[in-house]
C-alpha cells in the first residue's frame, strides 16, 4: 500500500504540465524577458529568436530520482539566464574548449523548422566524422555549453582546426581514463561528464583497453562511449544490444554507427554474418524515425511557403525470407515528389499500369539530370516529372522486389 502510495506520488509530470513548470521558472528567473510555450513543439520560444527545446531535458527528468528531478530544471534554467559566452576572448575561451560530437540529422531538423535551407557546411562550423556525425568545437562552462561558430573563428583569428586540437587537448587532460570492463573484449566509459562519446578522439585511450583485436566503437550517446574487438562476434552483439538499449531509452541519441580506426581514422564499418544484420536492423529502425520527423519538419515548412510537394514516406517492410528490413519509397505519375533513399522505389504510372520496383541506385542512373539532391543532411531526391518512356523501358529490364533486393 505505502509503496503504491509513494509511486504515485513520485510519479513524473505530463509533457505538458513539465512545459508549464519550465515556463514559470523562466518567468520567476527572467521577468524582464517573454517566455512562450509551444505545447505543439514541446519547446519554449523567448527574446531575439531563442529556443528551448524540451523533448530531451524531459526525458532527463522522468528518468532522475524524484528527489533529483528538480535539479534538472533548475540547471535548464540556469543555462538559459547565465551570462552569454559568445563574446569572449580566445584567452579567456580556450581552457573552457571541448570537442562534441553531433548528430548531423538532427541539427538539420532544427534548421527545416527554422526554415533555412542553407547546405550545413555553411551553417554550422564542422568536421565531418561520418555522413551521420559531426565534430564541432564548444564553450563549456559551469552553467551553459556554446558550440563555436565562424564568427568566433573570425575575431579569435583562428581556424576550426587550431581550435580543434586545442580542444582535444582539453579533454585528454580533464580527467583520467574511466573505463570498466563488461566482458570480455568489451568495455564501457565511465566519466560522468557528459564528454564521453568524444573520447573517441583521442585515439590512444582506445590503444590502451585490451580488447584483443582491432579496435571498434559506438557513440550511442553523448555520455557513453562502447568500444569492442572486430574480431569478436560475441562481444560485438552484446555492444549493439548496448547501444539500442541507450538510443531507445535515453536523451540525446549520437548515432548507431560502429566505427573502426583505420590508419588514424574512423570509418564506419558492419561485422560480417548475423551480427552486422544485427547491427542493420537497428540502424534502420532508427533511421526510419528520423526520415518520419524529417518529412514533419519538410511538411509543415512547405505548408508556410504555400508549396504543393509531396514530401514522400520513407517506409520499411520485414521481408519472409531472411527477417530482413527493406526500405522503399513510393513515386505516382504527375505528383510533384521530394523522395527520400531507400533501397527501393515504387513507381506507380497509373491505375491500370503495374507497381514497378527498382532499386534507388537504377532509378537515379536512369532519370539522370531529372533528379535534384536537395541540401538535407538525410538524403532526398527533387522529382519534379515522373521518367519519360525511355527511362521507364530501361526501368522495366531491370525491375526487382522486395524478395531479390540486397538488403
Known amino acids: 500500500m505505502f509503496s503504491f502510495l509513494s509511486k504515485f506520488l513520485h510519479r513524473p509530470v505530463d509533457e505538458e504540465k513539465f512545459g508549464n513548470i519550465v515556463l514559470k521558472e523562466l518567468k520567476r528567473a527572467r ?41 534538472q530544471i533548475d540547471i535548464l534554467v540556469q543555462g538559459v539566464i547565465a551570462p552569454s559566452v559568445q ?35 555553411e551553417a554550422m562550423e564542422f568536421r565531418p566524422l561520418t555522413d551521420e556525425l559531426g565534430i564541432g568545437v564548444a ?67 582506445i590503444w590502451q583497453l585490451p580488447v584483443g583485436g582491432r579496435p571498434v566503437v559506438m557513440v550511442p550517446n553523448r555520455t557513453c562511449l562502447l568500444v569492442g574487438s572486430a574480431e569478436n562476434t560475441e562481444a560485438l552483439s552484446i555492444l549493439i544490444d548496448q547501444a539500442r538499449a541507450i538510443l531507445l531509452e535515453n536523451s540525446r541519441p549520437l548515432s548507431a554507427e560502429m566505427l573502426e580506426l ?51 514516406t520513407h517506409s520499411l517492410v520485414e521481408r519472409k525470407e531472411d527477417s530482413q528490413l527493406i526500405s522503399y519509397a513510393v513515386l505516382a505519375k504527375g505528383v510533384y515528389t521530394w523522395l527520400p533513399k531507400a533501397d527501393l522505389v515504387c513507381l ?27 541540401p538535407y543532411v538525410l538524403p532526398r531526391y527533387e522529382v519534379q516529372e515522373f521518367p519519360d518512356a525511355n527511362c521507364m523501358a530501361q526501368l522495366r529490364e531491370r525491375a526487382t522486389s522486395i524478395a531479390e533486393v540486397k538488403a
Not at 544484420?277 to 518520419?292: N, P, S
Not at 506507380?348 to 536537395?374: I, N, P, Q
Open 31 to 71: 521577468p524582464s524577458d517573454t517566455f512562450t510555450l509551444d505545447r505543439e513543439k514541446f519547446l519554449i520560444q523567448y527574446g531575439g529568436g531563442g529556443r528551448i527545446f524540451l523533448h530531451n531535458v524531459y526525458i532527463d527528468y522522468r528518468r532522475a530520482e524524484p528527489k533529483l528531478r528538480k535539479a
Open 87 to 121: 563574446d569572449m576572448r580566445f584567452e579567456d575561451a580556450k581552457a573552457h574548449l571541448l570537442p562534441v560530437l553531433r548528430n548531423l540529422s538532427g541539427i538539420d531538423l532544427l534548421r527545416i523548422e527554422g526554415g533555412d535551407v542553407k547546405p550545413m557546411s
Open 139 to 205: 564553450i563549456d562552462t559551469e552553467l551553459t555549453i556554446v558550440q563555436v561558430g565562424s564568427d568566433a573563428l573570425t575575431r579569435w583569428g583562428k581556424t576550426f582546426d587550431e581550435l580543434l586540437q586545442v580542444a582535444i587537448d582539453n579533454l585528454r587532460h580533464k580527467a583520467a581514463p574511466s573505463f570498466y570492463q563488461l566482458g570480455p573484449g568489451f568495455f564501457a566509459s565511465n566519466y560522468g561528464d557528459h564528454h564521453d562519446a568524444a573520447r573517441m578522439l583521442i585515439q590512444e585511450l
Open 262 to 312: 583505420v590508419d588514424g581514422s574512423w570509418r564506419p564499418w558492419c561485422p560480417p554474418g548475423e551480427v552486422g544484420q544485427k547491427l542493420r536492423r537497428l540502424q534502420r529502425e532508427l533511421l526510419v524515425g528520423d526520415y518520419a520527423q524529417q518529412k514533419q519538419g519538410l511538411d509543415s515548412m512547405l505548408e508556410k511557403a504555400g508549396r504543393d510537394v509531396f514530401v514522400a
Open 348 to 374: 506507380l504510372e497509373g491505375e491500370d499500369a503495374d507497381t514497378l520496383f527498382v532499386s534507388m541506385g537504377d532509378f537515379l542512373d536512369c532519370a539522370g539530370s531529372g533528379v535534384k539532391r536537395l
